[in-house]
Protein backbone atom coordinates (compact mmCIF):
# COMPACT_ATOMS: atom_id res chain seq x y z
CA UNK A 1 0.00 0.00 0.00
CA UNK A 2 1.99 3.29 -1.66
CA UNK A 3 -0.83 5.57 -0.51
CA UNK A 4 -2.24 8.14 1.99
CA UNK A 5 -5.91 8.24 2.35
CA UNK A 6 -8.22 10.89 3.69
CA UNK A 7 -11.99 11.22 4.83
CA UNK A 8 -14.14 12.95 3.80
CA UNK A 9 -13.51 14.38 0.40
CA UNK A 10 -16.01 17.32 0.55
CA UNK A 11 -16.93 18.17 4.01
CA UNK A 12 -19.17 21.29 4.37
CA UNK A 13 -19.88 22.88 8.25
CA UNK A 14 -21.40 25.69 10.18
CA UNK A 15 -19.75 27.87 12.59
CA UNK A 16 -20.72 26.13 15.54
CA UNK A 17 -20.43 22.78 14.36
CA UNK A 18 -17.14 19.54 15.63
CA UNK A 19 -15.88 17.51 13.04
CA UNK A 20 -13.19 15.29 12.71
CA UNK A 21 -10.48 14.55 9.39
CA UNK A 22 -9.47 11.87 9.28
CA UNK A 23 -5.97 10.48 7.47
CA UNK A 24 -4.43 6.83 7.22
CA UNK A 25 -1.53 5.58 5.62
CA UNK A 26 0.22 1.91 5.63
CA UNK A 27 3.46 2.61 4.45
CA UNK A 28 5.37 2.95 7.86
CA UNK A 29 6.18 6.16 7.75
CA UNK A 30 7.00 7.79 10.76
CA UNK A 31 6.06 11.51 10.23
CA UNK A 32 2.64 12.44 9.54
CA UNK A 33 1.64 16.19 8.39
CA UNK A 34 -1.26 18.57 8.00
CA UNK A 35 -1.32 20.81 5.71
CA UNK A 36 -4.05 23.86 4.57
CA UNK A 37 -4.03 25.07 1.14
CA UNK A 38 -5.98 27.97 -0.26
CA UNK A 39 -7.10 28.69 -4.21
CA UNK A 40 -3.77 28.92 -6.32
CA UNK A 41 -1.51 29.05 -3.13
CA UNK A 42 1.25 26.66 -1.67
CA UNK A 43 0.27 24.58 1.21
CA UNK A 44 0.96 25.69 4.21
CA UNK A 45 2.21 23.59 7.19
CA UNK A 46 0.07 23.64 9.77
CA UNK A 47 1.27 20.19 12.38
CA UNK A 48 3.66 17.70 12.66
CA UNK A 49 3.52 14.33 14.43
CA UNK A 50 6.97 12.25 14.30
CA UNK A 51 7.20 9.23 15.51
CA UNK A 52 3.58 9.75 17.17
CA UNK A 53 4.33 12.80 19.15
CA UNK A 54 3.25 16.22 17.67
CA UNK A 55 6.94 18.19 16.79
CA UNK A 56 5.70 21.21 15.02
CA UNK A 57 2.55 23.44 15.83
CA UNK A 58 2.55 26.42 13.27
CA UNK A 59 0.78 28.57 15.63
CA UNK A 60 -2.33 27.17 14.33
CA UNK A 61 -5.28 28.29 16.11
CA UNK A 62 -6.90 26.18 19.16
CA UNK A 63 -10.14 25.40 17.02
CA UNK A 64 -8.10 22.92 15.17
CA UNK A 65 -6.74 19.87 17.16
CA UNK A 66 -4.81 17.34 15.49
CA UNK A 67 -4.16 13.95 17.16
CA UNK A 68 -1.91 10.97 16.29
CA UNK A 69 -3.70 7.75 17.94
CA UNK A 70 -1.24 5.50 16.60
CA UNK A 71 1.45 5.65 13.87
CA UNK A 72 -1.21 4.70 10.55
CA UNK A 73 -3.65 7.50 11.40
CA UNK A 74 -3.79 10.86 12.21
CA UNK A 75 -6.68 13.45 12.53
CA UNK A 76 -7.87 16.77 12.66
CA UNK A 77 -10.78 17.60 15.20
CA UNK A 78 -12.35 20.89 14.37
CA UNK A 79 -14.62 23.07 16.06
CA UNK A 80 -15.84 26.93 16.17
CA UNK A 81 -14.42 27.31 12.95
CA UNK A 82 -14.24 30.81 11.01
CA UNK A 83 -15.28 31.13 6.89
CA UNK A 84 -11.77 31.68 6.35
CA UNK A 85 -10.75 28.70 7.57
CA UNK A 86 -12.20 27.18 4.57
CA UNK A 87 -9.67 25.74 2.16
CA UNK A 88 -8.42 22.12 1.15
CA UNK A 89 -6.88 20.37 4.12
CA UNK A 90 -4.14 17.77 2.79
CA UNK A 91 -2.44 14.98 5.00
CA UNK A 92 0.96 13.77 4.44
CA UNK A 93 3.63 11.41 5.34
CA UNK A 94 6.99 10.96 5.08
CA UNK A 95 9.36 7.64 6.09
CA UNK A 96 12.01 10.00 7.56
CA UNK A 97 10.89 13.13 9.51
CA UNK A 98 13.54 15.28 8.34
CA UNK A 99 13.55 13.52 4.60
CA UNK A 100 12.32 15.66 1.77
CA UNK A 101 9.71 12.76 0.27
CA UNK A 102 6.03 13.46 1.45
CA UNK A 103 3.41 11.35 0.22
CA UNK A 104 0.33 13.48 0.27
CA UNK A 105 -3.38 12.46 0.38
CA UNK A 106 -6.29 13.76 -2.05
CA UNK A 107 -7.16 16.03 0.80
CA UNK A 108 -10.30 17.24 2.29
CA UNK A 109 -12.24 19.82 1.11
CA UNK A 110 -13.60 21.46 4.19
CA UNK A 111 -16.71 24.76 3.81
CA UNK A 112 -17.42 26.54 6.29
CA UNK A 113 -20.65 28.40 6.45
CA UNK B 1 13.40 35.23 7.69
CA UNK B 2 13.47 32.57 5.65
CA UNK B 3 11.73 32.51 2.00
CA UNK B 4 11.78 30.45 -1.57
CA UNK B 5 11.53 32.61 -4.67
CA UNK B 6 10.35 30.82 -8.20
CA UNK B 7 8.65 32.48 -11.18
CA UNK B 8 5.10 32.61 -10.79
CA UNK B 9 4.33 31.64 -14.38
CA UNK B 10 6.29 30.07 -17.37
CA UNK B 11 5.77 28.90 -20.82
CA UNK B 12 6.91 26.40 -23.12
CA UNK B 13 6.09 24.55 -26.24
CA UNK B 14 5.32 20.80 -26.30
CA UNK B 15 8.33 18.99 -26.81
CA UNK B 16 10.73 21.59 -25.94
CA UNK B 17 12.81 21.94 -22.66
CA UNK B 18 11.73 24.23 -19.47
CA UNK B 19 13.89 25.05 -16.09
CA UNK B 20 11.80 26.37 -13.14
CA UNK B 21 14.26 28.28 -10.84
CA UNK B 22 14.09 28.71 -7.16
CA UNK B 23 16.41 30.43 -4.92
CA UNK B 24 15.94 30.37 -0.86
CA UNK B 25 17.10 31.73 2.18
CA UNK B 26 16.38 29.57 5.33
CA UNK B 27 18.61 29.51 8.78
CA UNK B 28 19.73 26.03 8.25
CA UNK B 29 18.91 23.44 5.85
CA UNK B 30 18.34 20.25 5.04
CA UNK B 31 17.34 19.71 1.42
CA UNK B 32 15.24 21.38 -1.99
CA UNK B 33 12.18 18.65 -2.82
CA UNK B 34 10.03 19.40 -6.24
CA UNK B 35 6.47 18.99 -6.10
CA UNK B 36 3.91 18.72 -9.13
CA UNK B 37 0.40 19.55 -8.10
CA UNK B 38 -2.22 19.42 -10.82
CA UNK B 39 -5.54 21.55 -10.79
CA UNK B 40 -7.60 20.02 -8.30
CA UNK B 41 -5.13 17.52 -6.94
CA UNK B 42 -2.70 16.84 -4.37
CA UNK B 43 0.88 17.54 -4.49
CA UNK B 44 3.13 14.82 -6.17
CA UNK B 45 6.64 14.64 -4.98
CA UNK B 46 8.81 14.77 -8.17
CA UNK B 47 12.52 15.17 -6.52
CA UNK B 48 14.60 15.61 -3.33
CA UNK B 49 18.31 17.02 -3.18
CA UNK B 50 20.59 16.94 -0.09
CA UNK B 51 23.96 17.39 -1.95
CA UNK B 52 24.95 19.61 -4.48
CA UNK B 53 24.59 18.29 -7.86
CA UNK B 54 22.20 16.67 -10.43
CA UNK B 55 19.56 14.21 -10.20
CA UNK B 56 17.88 12.77 -12.54
CA UNK B 57 14.55 11.05 -13.28
CA UNK B 58 13.46 10.05 -16.19
CA UNK B 59 12.44 13.01 -18.02
CA UNK B 60 12.73 14.80 -15.17
CA UNK B 61 15.60 16.32 -13.53
CA UNK B 62 16.72 18.68 -10.67
CA UNK B 63 19.95 20.20 -9.42
CA UNK B 64 21.00 22.14 -6.20
CA UNK B 65 23.51 24.66 -5.57
CA UNK B 66 24.07 24.98 -2.06
CA UNK B 67 26.68 27.54 -1.84
CA UNK B 68 24.11 29.56 -4.22
CA UNK B 69 20.98 28.92 -2.33
CA UNK B 70 19.72 28.02 -5.76
CA UNK B 71 17.85 24.84 -7.04
CA UNK B 72 16.11 24.33 -10.36
CA UNK B 73 13.78 21.75 -11.85
CA UNK B 74 14.38 20.96 -15.33
CA UNK B 75 11.54 19.13 -17.37
CA UNK B 76 12.33 17.86 -20.91
CA UNK B 77 10.25 16.60 -23.87
CA UNK B 78 7.54 18.47 -22.49
CA UNK B 79 3.51 16.95 -22.91
CA UNK B 80 0.58 18.41 -22.26
CA UNK B 81 0.01 16.36 -19.35
CA UNK B 82 2.98 18.36 -17.98
CA UNK B 83 0.71 21.35 -17.96
CA UNK B 84 0.71 22.07 -13.41
CA UNK B 85 1.55 24.22 -10.83
CA UNK B 86 5.35 23.12 -9.11
CA UNK B 87 6.34 23.97 -5.86
CA UNK B 88 10.08 23.90 -4.58
CA UNK B 89 9.60 22.97 -0.57
CA UNK B 90 12.73 23.01 1.77
CA UNK B 91 13.17 21.98 5.61
CA UNK B 92 15.04 24.36 7.18
CA UNK B 93 16.92 23.29 10.47
CA UNK B 94 15.46 25.76 12.97
CA UNK B 95 16.64 26.65 16.73
CA UNK B 96 14.33 25.20 18.56
CA UNK B 97 12.24 23.37 15.48
CA UNK B 98 12.32 21.66 12.42
CA UNK B 99 10.10 24.16 9.44
CA UNK B 100 9.03 22.79 6.29
CA UNK B 101 8.58 25.91 3.94
CA UNK B 102 7.32 26.21 0.30
CA UNK B 103 7.60 28.22 -2.52
CA UNK B 104 4.27 30.01 -3.71
CA UNK B 105 4.92 27.67 -7.03
CA UNK B 106 5.03 28.16 -10.46
CA UNK B 107 2.35 27.59 -12.92
CA UNK B 108 3.77 26.06 -15.99
CA UNK B 109 1.50 26.29 -19.44
CA UNK B 110 2.19 23.95 -22.45
CA UNK B 111 1.55 25.25 -25.50
CA UNK B 112 0.84 22.41 -28.35
Known amino acids: DTEVTQTPKHLVMGMTNKKSLKCEQH?????MYWYKQKAKKPPELMFV???????INESVPSRFSPECPNSSLLNLHLHALQPEDSALYLC????????????FGPGTRLTVL | GQSLEQPSEVTAVEGAIVQINCTYQ??????LSWYQQHDGGAPTFLSY????GLEETGRFSSFLSRSDSYGYLLLQELQMKDSASYFC?????????????FGKGTRLHILP
Open chain 1, 92 to 103: ASSQDPRGGEQF
Open chain 1, 27 to 31: MGHRA
Open chain 1, 49 to 55: YSYEKLS
Open chain 2, 26 to 31: TSGFYG
Open chain 2, 49 to 52: NALD
Open chain 2, 89 to 101: AVRDRGNRDDKII
